[in-house]
């Protein structure tokens, strides 16, 4: 399992998919994409204004099956921007939606202030 620490004041959220980025330069907001490339070895740099971790090739996965589990898992993946971008869901049920795709395909969330 992968754990990923989400700080909310650096989070990316809740606008729609056109404004989301895995790290935005705009204010330097990170979706929960963008936390998870973070953890898997990718610069800030690498993923500035890129929008899904699959394009980004610093990333070091932890295993060799890693990177297949999250292409084999896409659905989930583009179900996590999905939510991750919703503009009308309350924190707490965007947190528990994307927990729960994300365990599906070896991640762990804590969110944090």
Same mark, same amino acid.
């Given at each position: 399992?992968?754990?990923? &620490? &989400? ?9 729609? @998919? ?14 929960? $994409?963008?936390?998870? /490339? @973070?953890? $898997?070895? !990718?610069? !800030? ?10 394009? &980004? ?18 659905? !989930? ?22 927990? /729960?795709? /994300?365990? !599906? ?9």
């Amino acid at each position: 399992m992968l754990n990923v &620490v &989400v700080k909310r004041s650096e989070w990316l959220r809740g606008e729609n @998919r056109s404004n989301s980025y895995l790290l935005r330069s705009d204010d330097g907001k990170m979706c929960c $994409l963008g936390f998870v /490339a @973070r953890t $898997l070895g !990718a610069t !800030a740099q690498d993923i500035m204004d890129r929008r899904t971790p699959m394009t &980004v090739d610093s990333i070091e996965w932890p295993d060799p099956q890693y990177n297949q589990r999250i292409i084999e898992q896409f659905s !989930a993946t583009v179900q996590m921007m999905d939510i991750n971008d919703a503009q009308t869901m309350d924190e707490t049920e965007r947190e528990q939606r994307l927990s /729960a795709l /994300a365990e !599906a395909i070896g991640i762990h969330f804590t969110f944090t202030e």
